[in-house]
């Protein structure tokens, strides 16, 4: 079992709906991710938040919003996603401390969009 | 640029046989170095670390890698491949400066055979 909890596991969404993607870690980690998995590709970065604050911000469209509410919770807010934008969304977590700690992922959310 | 390489799209073998992974990377500096595994449907597990001292590591499930600075490579190894082992393997690299950025390799799709 992961210790990065994330919810829901799957989701269909039309492209003019809204939906929001929650991520949990009970681990005291500091640092907590966002990344875009497309089929058979490596993870791509899209947001950092360090200590509840923004820190990269990988150009992602404005479609996607991150919000970080507390240390142990992530949430990326979805709204006028395109096909494109299906894929699996993954979120991890470290302590942040210079690099040196591993990232620990949960086991994403699969996005499809009609 | 900094990038990661693995050279094996996919790699086939037969179960209880020998297994290496390559990954080559190309830094400014020493990296710190990671494999992770991930196996359908699942997020990203960590088998493995570099970061420095002894250059041979351990991880889990039975796996190893060893750095070699002087080929820029962190190769995994296995001595023995069970069928459980079939996966996705990712390696990648983090800074010791941009401290939460990880460059991924493009994966290594591992087939084991009974």
């Known amino acids: 079992d992961t210790e990065v909890t994330q919810t829901p596991k799957h989701l269909v969404m039309g492209m003019t709906n809204k939906k929001s993607l929650k991520c949990e870690q009970h681990m005291g980690h500091r640092a907590m991710y966002w990344y875009k998995q497309k089929a058979k590709k490596p993870p791509e970065l899209m947001f950092v938040y360090s200590y509840e604050k923004l820190s990269i911000n990988e150009s992602v469209p404005s479609r996607f919003s991150p919000e970080c509410p507390n240390s142990s919770l992530l949430n990326l807010h979805l709204h006028a996603l395109q096909p494109e934008d299906s894929a699996l969304y993954l979120c991890?977590?470290?302590?942040?401390?210079?690099?040196?700690?591993?990232?620990?992922f949960g086991d994403g959310t699969r996005l499809s969009i009609l | 640029a900094q990038s990661v390489t693995q050279p094996d799209i996919h790699i086939t073998v037969s179960e209880g046989a020998s297994l290496e992974l390559r990954c080559n990377y190309s830094y400014g500096a020493t990296p710190y170095l990671f494999w992770y595994v991930q196996s359908p449907g699942q997020g990203l597990q960590l088998l493995l670390k570099?970061?420095?001292?002894?250059?041979l590591v351990q991880g889990i499930k039975g796996f190893e890698a060893e750095f070699k600075r002087s080929q820029s490579s962190f190769n995994l190894r296995k001595p023995s491949v069970h069928w459980s082992d079939a996966a996705e393997y990712f390696c990648?690299?983090?800074?010791?400066?941009?401290?939460?950025?990880?460059?991924f390799g493009t994966g290594t799709r591992l087939q084991v055979f009974p």
């Open positions: 991890a977590s470290s302590h942040g401390q210079g690099g040196r700690q591993p990232q620990h």
């Open positions: 990648a690299v983090g800074s010791r400066l941009n401290t939460d950025k990880l460059i």
């Open positions: 570099y970061f420095s001292g002894d250059t």
